[in-house]
């Protein structure tokens, strides 16, 4: 084999190495904004776990003013769930949507949840 051989081998070896080299280069980007991803993502969850806690304390204490029980309804709404669960899921679809268990369910008050008005200002309030 003649030197013209060998450059070319090792100008072929120094291409790949280029090549591996820049897809470790990218690889590492990748992997340091997956990482930020991650962060952000469990920040954004911290927050919205401390928020969701402060609305369950909103909603535990208008629910202990109005004198609803909401472990009853809590119970209730699991036992209607199981209740309209499919024995089979591979049989009726895995991927069917389950119950909320909010409609037709028999509130404190003796009202189901279609008949309160529904809020259509669209303001949430």
Do not use: C, F, W
């Amino acid at each position: 084999m003649g030197l013209g051989g060998t450059a070319k081998k090792i100008q072929t070896l120094a291409d790949k190495a280029e090549q591996t080299y820049k897809r470790l280069n990218d690889l590492r980007d990748e992997v340091e904004e997956t990482q930020r991803t991650v962060t952000d993502t469990a920040e954004r969850v911290g927050h919205l776990e401390t928020e969701m806690a402060e609305q369950r304390a909103v909603l535990d204490a208008v629910a202990e003013e109005v004198g609803v029980d909401l472990e009853a309804v809590s119970t209730d709404a699991h036992i209607h769930e199981a209740e309209e669960e499919p024995t089979n899921e591979a049989e009726n679809g895995a991927d069917t949507p389950k119950s909320t268990g909010t409609a037709g369910d028999t509130t404190a008050d003796g009202t189901t949840a279609t008949d309160t008005p529904a809020d259509d200002t669209g303001d949430g309030a």
